[in-house]
């Protein structure tokens, strides 16, 4: 693999991993699996493409695809404490409704961003190359989510959050509103979903409807391959072991498309990827029994020869 | 300081499968009291107490806790009034974060939490005094998950996590039947001892009819949805476990109480 494009993969990892980490909020820490996802990462790319195109600065642009993303985690978070929509479907019913939001924003299916000013253009004009603008912006932008998001973890609010995820009635019956806490865990997740959508879309150039689709795959197979090989000891371990899972999984794109696979099988690879990563556990038991039977025959063979 | 008119409670309304757990349910506690519950599967006794702690509404009736009518309250504004501990370990703690951390959100029960520190040093040498207190070895693992102890651990953890902030109600539910004789009895002995040194008003159910009459100063026994028996302070100082039976028997119109798991004990 040529140095360039695994710089290209690191750098895509990185801001895919500002999605990976919304998905680590819901899924890890809330335990609720979001599929509001595939709808708010467009959904930031469209308000980012669109504000741009309409002359705002794209650091405001990016700024506003952040609050649209969490109003859409909070429209998903209604859904499911307040009108008790399970949370599968209510993920659903906001995705679902966001494809046309999205049009509605956009005006058509795709928003090209030829020669706009981008939070990347705004470096790479300081004479910065592209490609490591890309890196500082990636670099930039996952170190400050960290860094709040390591804060806000360890604060009482943020330990109510936590505890909502891992014995909702426990922390009720301390005084704690859990339907608050799962709302504000989606509005936080999703923000940073559409963030990531808003910088993806100045990345790529353009904005596109249906980019949404296979995200929340993505995102939990960033989740699970930084889990399984960095740990996940402490929020602060978490969160790096989800920015290293993401940009692992790019560097394994990178790889298996310059072997020549075609970019339409990725999403297929994707789900096989994640299949595998999430039976690893399984695997693991099956292997250590079939090790230990074999042992345990090995010893009675010994037994009987004795 | 609790004040029960009349609770009722009817599960699975107007399906084949309603149940009348809580019938018409009375009593009043006074501070300071210390009341064992008693009585057969099916009783009512842990739905009494969840009517208390606000996991349902009820369908008719009052409940008041320290002068204020908590009927219509939500379980999460009625928590600054009540500790409480579970009869399954797993359910008092969160499992995946520290004892500290576990007790920093019990230390905060019923207040308000924003964005200050969720647990400050002096807090941790606080805890570090009270898990000394436990005298289980606990003081030394205050960053350890709580996932990773032992159900006699956790619930001693659970009950700290229930009184340190010395509610003005304590409720536990068979909150020492899930775990081994010998911690079961530390557990309950530690009970005694944080109930009496706080003078706790508590509330325990329990299915062992010996210790509901060694502990506290009231019994309650409850049937069928309904108190069947309440037992005062000056009785229940030469109550002895043939006469409970003979006054269940009594009560309950002759009927016979040996399918109940409550004698097995």
């Not at chain 1, 509001?36 to 930031?44: I, R, V």
């Not at chain 2, 964005?115 to 003081?139: A, V």
């Given at each position: 693999?040529?140095?360039?494009?695994?710089?290209?993969?690191?750098?895509?990892?990185?801001?895919w991993?500002?999605?990976?980490?919304?998905?680590?909020?819901?899924?890890?820490?809330?335990d609720?699996?979001d599929?509001?996802?595939?709808?708010?990462?467009?959904?930031?790319?469209?308000?980012?493409?669109?504000?741009?195109?309409?002359?705002?600065?794209?650091?405001?642009?990016?700024?506003?695809?952040?609050i649209?993303?969490?109003?859409?985690?909070?429209?998903?978070?209604?859904?499911?404490?307040?009108?008790?929509?399970?949370?599968?479907?209510?993920?659903?019913?906001?995705?679902t409704?966001?494809?046309?939001?999205?049009?509605?924003?956009?005006?058509?299916?795709?928003l090209?961003?030829?020669k706009?000013?981008?939070v990347?253009?705004?470096?790479?004009?300081?004479?910065?190359?592209t490609?490591?603008?890309?890196?500082?912006?990636?670099?930039?932008?996952?170190?400050?989510v960290?860094?709040?998001?390591?804060w806000?973890?360890?604060?009482?609010?943020?330990?109510?959050?936590?505890?909502t995820?891992?014995n909702?009635?426990?922390?009720?019956?301390?005084?704690?509103?859990t339907?608050?806490?799962v709302?504000l865990?989606?509005?936080?997740?999703?923000?940073?979903?559409?963030?990531?959508?808003?910088?993806?879309?100045q990345?790529?150039?353009?904005?596109?409807v249906?980019?949404?689709?296979g995200?929340?795959?993505?995102?939990?197979?960033?989740?699970?391959?930084?889990?399984?090989?960095f740990?996940?000891?402490s929020?602060?371990?978490?969160l790096?072991?989800?920015?290293?899972?993401s940009?692992?999984?790019r560097?394994?794109?990178?790889?298996?498309?310059?072997?020549?696979?075609?970019?339409?099988?990725?999403?297929?690879?994707?789900?096989?990827?994640?299949?595998?990563?999430?039976?690893?556990?399984?695997i693991?038991?099956?292997?250590?029994?079939?090790?230990?039977?074999?042992?345990?025959?090995?010893?009675?063979?010994?037994?009987?020869?004795? | 300081?609790?004040?029960?008119?009349?609770?009722?409670?009817?599960?699975?309304?107007?399906?084949?499968?309603?149940?009348?757990?809580?019938?018409?349910v009375?009593?009043?506690?006074?501070?300071?009291?210390?009341?064992?519950?008693?009585g057969?599967?099916?009783?009512?006794k842990?739905?009494?107490?969840?009517?208390?702690?606000?996991?349902?509404?009820?369908?008719?009736?009052?409940?008041?806790?320290d002068?204020?009518?908590?009927?219509?309250?939500p379980?999460?504004?009625?928590a600054?009034?009540?500790?409480?501990?579970?009869?399954?370990?797993?359910?008092?703690?969160?499992?995946n974060?520290?004892?500290?951390?576990?007790?920093?959100?019990?230390?905060?029960?019923?207040?308000?939490r924003?964005?200050?520190?969720?647990?400050?040093?002096e807090?941790?040498?606080?805890?570090?005094?009270?898990?000394?207190m436990?005298?289980?070895?606990?003081?030394?693992?205050?960053?350890?998950k709580?996932?990773?102890?032992?159900?006699?651990?956790?619930?001693?953890?659970?009950?700290?996590?229930?009184?340190?902030?010395?509610?003005?109600?304590?409720l536990?539910?068979?909150?020492?039947?899930?775990?081994?004789?010998?911690?079961a009895?530390?557990?309950?002995?530690?009970?005694?001892?944080?109930?009496?040194?706080?003078?706790?008003?508590?509330?325990?159910v329990t299915?062992?009819?010996?210790?509901?009459?060694?502990?506290?100063?009231?019994?309650?026994?409850?049937?069928?949805?309904?108190?069947?028996?309440?037992?005062?302070?000056?009785?229940?100082?030469?109550?002895?476990?043939?006469?409970?039976?003979?006054?269940?028997?009594?009560?309950?119109?002759g009927?016979?109480?040996?399918?109940?798991?409550?004698?097995?004990?």
């Amino acid at each position: 693999m040529r140095l360039s494009i695994l710089m290209g993969a690191v750098s895509q990892g990185l801001l895919w991993s500002i999605l990976a980490i919304g998905v680590y909020i819901t899924y890890k820490i809330l335990d609720y699996a979001d599929l509001t996802t595939e709808g708010s990462y467009p959904l930031g790319a469209a308000v980012a493409a669109q504000m741009i195109l309409s002359g705002y600065n794209p650091f405001v642009a990016t700024f506003v695809s952040m609050i649209a993303g969490m109003a859409a985690g909070f429209v998903t978070g209604f859904l499911n404490t307040k009108l008790k929509i399970p949370s599968l479907l209510s993920g659903i019913l906001s995705m679902t409704g966001l494809y046309s939001v999205n049009l509605r924003i956009m005006g058509k299916a795709n928003l090209p961003l030829l020669k706009q000013d981008t939070v990347i253009s705004v470096l790479s004009d300081r004479g910065i190359e592209t490609s490591t603008a890309v890196l500082i912006v990636g670099i930039i932008s996952v170190l400050v989510v960290i860094a709040i998001l390591w804060w806000f973890f360890g604060t009482e609010k943020g330990f109510a959050i936590r505890a909502t995820g891992d014995n909702s009635a426990m922390i009720r019956a301390l005084g704690v509103n859990t339907n608050s806490m799962v709302i504000l865990g989606l509005v936080i997740s999703n923000g940073l979903i559409a963030l990531s959508g808003g910088i993806m879309a100045q990345y790529n150039g353009y904005a596109d409807v249906g980019m949404g689709t296979g995200t929340i795959v993505i995102g939990l197979a960033s989740v699970i391959i930084g889990e399984v090989l960095f740990g996940h000891s402490s929020i602060l371990r978490s969160l790096f072991a989800v920015v290293l899972g993401s940009i692992l999984y790019r560097i394994i794109i990178a790889f298996v498309l310059s072997k020549g696979l075609v970019p339409t099988d990725l999403k297929l690879l994707s789900s096989v990827l994640l299949a595998v990563c999430l039976s690893l556990p399984l695997i693991k038991e099956k292997l250590y029994n079939f090790v230990e039977k074999i042992h345990g025959n090995k010893q009675k063979e010994g037994e009987v020869n004795a | 300081m609790l004040k029960l008119q009349n609770v009722r409670k009817v599960f699975g309304k107007g399906t084949a499968n309603e149940k009348v757990a809580l019938d018409k349910v009375s009593f009043t506690m006074n501070p300071g009291d210390f009341i064992t519950v008693i009585g057969g599967n099916g009783a009512g006794k842990s739905t009494t107490l969840n009517a208390i702690a606000g996991l349902f509404f009820i369908d008719d009736g009052y409940i008041e806790i320290d002068g204020n009518d908590v009927t219509k309250l939500p379980e999460h504004k009625r928590a600054k009034y009540i500790g409480r501990v579970f009869q399954d370990p797993r359910m008092g703690t969160a499992t995946n974060m520290s004892i500290e951390e576990n007790l920093a959100m019990a230390l905060r029960r019923g207040k308000k939490r924003g964005l200050h520190k969720g647990i400050t040093r002096e807090e941790k040498s606080k805890f570090r005094e009270y898990l000394e207190m436990l005298d289980l070895g606990l003081e030394n693992r205050m960053s350890t998950k709580t996932g990773l102890l032992s159900g006699g651990q956790r619930q001693a953890i659970t009950l700290l996590m229930a009184t340190m902030t010395k509610p003005q109600l304590l409720l536990l539910d068979e909150h020492t039947a899930a775990l081994d004789p010998k911690t079961a009895k530390k557990v309950l002995e530690l009970t005694e001892k944080i109930i009496a040194e706080d003078k706790l008003t508590a509330l325990m159910v329990t299915h062992n009819m010996r210790d509901a009459i060694k502990l506290g100063n009231r019994l309650i026994m409850m049937h069928k949805g309904n108190v069947l028996i309440d037992v005062c302070e000056e009785d229940k100082k030469y109550l002895q476990v043939a006469d409970l039976l003979k006054m269940f028997e009594k009560a309950s119109g002759g009927q016979n109480v040996d399918n109940d798991r409550m004698l097995l004990n």
